[in-house]
């Protein structure tokens, strides 16, 4: 299973603000996450019966 790390509100609003000024396509969305810090987390799951007995 993994946990998803997500950018500030701030951080976005800059990003957006540097993209509507800039005259190339868009990158690809996987550039954007990278860019703002969007990425996935990935962890050991907890082993065990899940609470059912």
Same mark, same amino acid.
């Given at each position: 299973?993994?946990? /998803? /790390?997500?950018?500030?509100?701030?951080?976005v609003r800059?990003y957006l603000?540097?993209? /509507?000024?800039?005259?190339?396509?868009?990158?690809?969305? #996987? #550039?954007?996450?990278?860019? %703002?810090g969007w !990425?996935? %987390?990935?962890? #050991?799951?907890?082993? !065990?019966?899940? !609470?059912?007995?």
């Amino acid at each position: 299973m993994s946990q /998803t /790390t997500h950018p500030s509100k701030y951080l976005v609003r800059a990003y957006l603000e540097r993209r /509507t000024r800039d005259v190339k396509p868009p990158p690809k969305p #996987e #550039e954007i996450r990278r860019q %703002l810090g969007w !990425g996935m %987390l990935m962890f #050991e799951p907890k082993v !065990g019966n899940g !609470g059912r007995s």
